[in-house]
């Protein structure tokens, strides 16, 4: 159970901000801060259990049909992980404690950051194929809001949508992948893939799967040619772009084909396709960061070089090269978010990141600039820091590497550039904050940051110090565990500052010295990249976007021309086109069971079904007429239910009629009441056509269904309805108990469609017609009296059939679905009868609470099984006995069946009673025959 909190603490952590968000920013980053280091704490505790060299596992049935399962695994890999998402995630929420301005709305912000940390924490966590990439997409829509939480700014939108169309269209790709990869080895447990590296290698699909696991894991980690949608992240706050680049997001894809690498990387396409994409990364993003001007920039394009790096060693995949890009990603994260967390508090203290109005800071903010310049030597690889020991294990694997053949020789030689470009990046952005002299003068006079602003960037930068001085102690025990869950094996190793004069060493040498010349050199190496025609992937991307937008829109209007008719006869074309192949060979599918007896009653119901849906076609222009036909089918199909012997669906029928002829009206009074001729006869030939054409096929597939024997899993309902769910009513218990999981999300959905149109309808009004069609005016009398007192009369009698029908719903026709329909429906009735502003000063209440409660009250009640080692939403009864009562029945799908009730009641007149508050007064409508015939009416909007 402790991986299961480990997992949640961070989740049910998104909730505390939103609690207690309006009270001082202090409690409110308190408590946020509490759910992750309980989080953290536990991690720890697992470490002693882990170094018994066995993961630590949680398993719980989800939706074993699907292969969802709630399954959680603690190895080295996902402790490294977890590590730093837990513990730089804690320092990123004390930094935005004092980085956001007071009137930023502190309480949103750290829920997003806490979805962002539980996502991550879900991934390297996850021991379910299916289960990592819900959390993967998780991880997108959390950095989608996070980087777009300043929406006021166009950077920002723009940001926040490309990065989730990048990684977004990845995740997709990915979730292909994962479901070849769970289908080759016969399961989504990640214990059994990893176990499965020879089947999976061996098998047809192999290339087919992996590319689509590499473009989820490369749009994630931004490997070229992904790599555009980081930079432009950058317009996220300051404490999101440090998480996002340390710990979280970009991590993700490395953390991705490190866990599959066991599985995946024993094949010459892996060998090739991941070291050299990360080669290339590395190269591209060297190059870009050497010459932008903002810090954020520069940081961001440092990032892309450095993942990668990683992908680079990923690729090679030797256990020592493993074992470096593990090393690599610590070190990484250490430097980067003290980096970035340093560029906010310049740009929170000086009023700007551009460096040509930064400069000599050395001097106005002496200790953040010594913080940049052993952050950025760390960032360098300069010798006595932690990124100097992992660049060395680079290079030193790059020599060794047989990636290319013959020319091997350049995997060292653009490991080497790599480091040079890392060099030339890293002191520009020192010289040119703490010692160049400013060009432009700062917004803001800089000064240093409050002390506890720093505290963060202090403990990260004497990380890097500690671990560049003590590798051995500082890493090494975390590094083991790493790398025997990465490469299962773990290469004897020994982390120090010095090894000899030796090749890496001297690659080394040389990345510093011309790192440095190149700075010299940084003017000349600008104008010959101005020399070349620039090539904005921003742009590349946005055109792509307005293109395929542009052509969208090209096709639906040659497909859909605004027309309704026209929309909905492809609509059913496409239908009759798949049923009729399908009902081709209609003697095949045909069965030996004879027809049904035929009596006066089916006739009579068959021959007004008809008569309804001619009429409702035939009055179509005449829109209450045609309402009315239509109600005649209803009200028919209603009877055709009560006929074949079920009740229930007969009763849901005449209540969801009831409530849809109300909504109907509600809309009709602000439509034309006629609608205008057909443009031409042909068109109703078409219609004729294409209509009697749908019915056929429906009527041949009925008559197919209807003739053959099938297997039918109503006996297994019938035989168990009493014993298994304690009730008569076979229906409800189905819909209860049996398929109790799809009717919460049903009435979930119908709860969200009604919050949805109440906040499309809230405060919208509509000027009313003055008269009809024809020029007569609207009687003056809104509420008549005979609707007035049945109203009253019939409220009372309708609640008590809606109790009643709701009580015997167990054991006989009912249940909480129609009691809450006739409840919607009377009272409704009392607002049309005496009108909106009478009836809300008698129920003085919102409708949105009962909704929502209802959907709670069923979720709460499928939870309650779980306390009793049942799973969700197992119902329980008992029989139980009353001197006056006498023997009764009490079940927990009651209380089911109440939420359903209150989501109906809640959803329903959400939508009616706000449907009948959109008018505001009576306005004379000018010309009302000519624009109702033309089917506007120009003064309803």
Not at 153 to 164: P, V
Not at 293 to 318: E, M, N, R, V, Y
Not at 319 to 342: D, E, G, R, S, Y
Not at 722 to 736: A, C, D, F, K, S
Request: aromatic letters at 10%; hydrophobic letters at 55%; glycine letters at 8%.
């Amino acid at each position: 159970m402790t991986l299961l909190w480990i997992a949640l603490l961070p989740l049910l952590g998104v909730l505390v901000p939103l609690l207690v968000g309006k009270r001082s920013r202090v409690t409110c980053s308190l408590a946020t801060a509490a759910a992750p280091a309980v989080a953290l704490g536990l991690t720890l505790w697992q470490i002693p259990a882990l170094n018994a060299r066995e993961p630590l596992r949680f398993f719980a049935e989800w939706l074993p049909s699907l292969g969802l399962d709630l399954a959680f695994r603690l190895d080295g890999l996902s402790l490294l992980f977890n590590l730093l998402i837990l513990g730089i995630g804690l320092l990123i929420l004390l930094y935005a404690h004092f980085y956001l301005d007071k009137e930023e709305p502190v309480g949103r912000f750290y829920s997003y950051l806490m979805l962002f940390m539980a996502s991550m924490v879900g991934i390297s966590l996850s021991n379910n194929l299916l289960l990592l990439w819900l959390f993967w997409e998780m991880t997108s829509l959390s950095s989608f809001l996070l980087i777009g939480f300043w929406s006021h700014r166009n950077d920002a939108r723009k940001g926040a949508r490309m990065a989730l169309t990048v990684t977004g269209a990845g995740g997709l790709a990915l979730l292909a992948g994962l479901l070849l990869l769970g289908d080759i080895v016969g399961s989504f447990d990640i214990d059994q893939v990893l176990a499965s590296g020879a089947l999976i290698v061996t098998d047809s699909r192999y290339p087919v799967m992996l590319a689509l696991v590499l473009l989820g894991a490369f749009t994630k980690s931004a490997q070229f040619p992904f790599q555009f949608w980081l930079p432009n992240a950058m317009a996220a706050p300051t404490p999101v772009s440090a998480y996002l680049h340390s710990a979280t997001m970009v991590k993700a894809g490395i953390f991705l084909m490190a866990r599959l690498h066991p599985a995946l990387a024993d094949s010459p396409m892996w060998q090739l396709v991941v070291p050299v994409v990360g080669l290339i990364t590395l190269i591209y993003g060297g190059w870009f960061a050497l010459f932008k001007t903002d810090l954020k920039g520069i940081l961001a394009f440092s990032t892309i070089s450095h993942l990668g790096l990683i992908t680079a060693l990923l690729g090679i995949g030797t256990p020592m090269a493993v074992l470096a890009a593990m090393f690599h990603i610590i070190n990484h994260a250490a430097f980067k978010a003290a980096l970035f967390m340093i560029a906010g508090i310049i740009d929170h203290e000086a009023g700007t990141r551009e460096l040509k109005q930064l400069g000599r800071l050395r001097k106005s903010m002496p200790i953040t600039a010594l913080l940049l310049i052993l952050a950025g030597a760390a960032m360098a690889g300069v010798p006595l820091f932690n990124g100097f020991i992992s660049k060395e294990m680079f290079l030193t694997e790059t020599l060794e590497s047989p990636l290319l053949g013959g020319l091997s020789w350049m995997v060292p030689v653009l490991a080497t550039l790599g480091s040079i470009l890392s060099v030339a990046y890293s002191v520009r952005l020192v010289v040119a904050v703490c010692f160049k002299a400013p060009r432009q003068a700062p917004p803001k006079t800089p000064h240093e940051p409050p002390r506890l602003m720093r505290l963060p960037v202090e403990l990260l930068v004497g990380i890097c110090l500690l671990v560049g001085v003590l590798p051995a102690f500082a890493a090494t025990g975390l590094l083991t565990l790493a790398v025997e869950a990465v490469a299962r094996e773990v290469p004897y190793f020994h982390l120090a500052i010095w090894h000899g004069f030796n090749l890496p060493l001297l690659m080394s040498a040389v990345a510093l010295v011309i790192g440095a010349a190149l700075y010299w050199r940084h003017g000349d190496l600008r104008r010959f990249k101005e020399a070349f025609a620039p090539v904005e992937a921003t742009r590349v991307f946005e055109r792509a976007v307005v293109g395929l937008c542009q052509r969208a829109e090209k096709l639906l209007d040659a497909w859909d021309g605004q027309s309704l008719q026209r929309y909905m006869g492809w609509l059913l074309l496409a239908t009759l086109v798949m049923g009729a192949v399908g009902l081709a060979q209609m003697s095949e599918l045909t069965g030996e069971l004879g027809n049904q007896p035929v009596d006066g009653i089916v006739v009579l119901g068959a021959v007004m079904l008809i008569f309804g849906g001619l009429a409702t076609a035939i009055t179509h222009r005449y829109r209450l007429v045609s309402l009315l036909m239509l109600s005649v089918v209803g009200l028919f199909v209603a009877l055709t239910f009560a006929r074949f012997s079920a009740p229930d669906l007969a009763l849901t029928q005449l209540s969801v009629e009831v409530v849809t002829m109300i909504l109907l009206m509600l809309a009709l009074f602000f439509l034309p009441q006629k609608t205008p001729p057909e443009s031409s006869s042909k068109r109703n030939l078409r219609d004729i056509v294409l209509a009697g054409a749908v019915g056929g096929v429906v009527a041949s597939l009925n008559y197919a269904v209807m003739t053959r024997e099938t297997l039918s899993i109503s006996q297994f309902f019938m035989e168990n309805s009493v014993p298994g769910g304690g009730g008569h009513n076979v229906v409800n218990v189905i819909l209860v108990d049996f398929r109790g999981f799809d009717t919460l999300g049903e009435i979930t959905v119908l709860a969200l469609a009604g919050l949805a149109i109440f906040k499309l309808l809230n405060r919208l009004r509509l000027f009313i017609p003055h008269s009809d069609s024809e020029g007569r005016i609207w009687s003056p009398d809104r509420y008549p009296a005979i609707l007035t007192s049945i109203s009253l009369a019939l409220l009372p009698l309708a609640l008590l059939v809606s109790a009643f029908i709701f009580i015997r719903g167990h054991n006989e026709p009912g249940g909480g679905f129609i009691a809450g329909l006739i409840t919607a429906v009377a009272l409704i009735l009392l607002y049309m009868a005496r009108g909106v502003e009478w009836a809300q000063q008698r129920l003085d209440f919102p409708f949105q609470p009962v909704a929502v409660v209802g959907v709670a009250v069923a979720t709460l009640t499928g939870l309650g099984s779980w306390l009793f080692g049942h799973p969700f939403l197992t119902s329980a009864f008992g029989y139980f006995s009353l001197p006056v009562v006498g023997k009764f029945e009490l079940a927990t799908a009651l209380l089911f069946d109440l939420g359903v009730y209150l989501a109906v009641v809640g959803a329903t007149l959400m939508i009616l009673a706000n449907l009948g508050k959109v008018t505001t007064a009576h306005r004379p409508v000018v010309n009302a025959t000519k624009s109702d015939d033309a089917g506007t009416n120009k003064e309803s909007l």
